[in-house]
Nanobody, 115 residues
Framework: HVQLVESGGGLVHTGGSLRHSCVVS????????MGWYRQAPGKQRELVAT???????NYAGSAKGRFTISRDNTKNTVYLQMGSLKPEDTAIYYC?????????WGQGTQVTVSS
């Protein structure tokens, strides 16, 4: 049973920074890629960033230049460093591990950016 446990998030002012961490219960090399998604109130869940086993990253347009995804394979942990935060970044952030067509999800952590 795959488990992803997230930490980080919280309340921050516009322009501030936050870092999310996500610890996976299995070796991350078992998955095609790791990623972060977010869901704002009344909106669909959307991609923020992904990182594959080779370290190749992919970002949503809204995250490029402000967010950085990284992974520490020795700790089975994936990170999302967020900077220059805006009120529109307010959402629940979810960590995910993808194996082929199946995604495993963390419990989600709330990020609130006040103006």
């Amino acid at each position: 049973h795959v488990q992803l446990v997230e930490s980080g998030g919280g309340l921050v002012h516009t322009g501030g920074s936050l870092r999310h961490s996500c610890v996976v219960s299995e070796n991350m090399f078992n998955f095609n890629d790791m990623g972060w998604y977010r869901q704002a109130p009344g909106k669909q869940r959307e991609l923020v960033a992904t990182i594959n086993v080779g370290g190749l990253t992919n970002y949503a347009g809204s995250a490029k230049g402000r967010f950085t995804i990284s992974r520490d394979n020795t700790k089975n942990t994936v990170y999302l460093q967020m900077g220059s935060l805006k009120p529109e970044d307010t959402a629940i952030y979810y960590c995910t591990a993808r194996l082929l067509t199946r995604n495993y999800w963390g419990q989600g952590t709330q990020v609130t950016v006040s103006s």
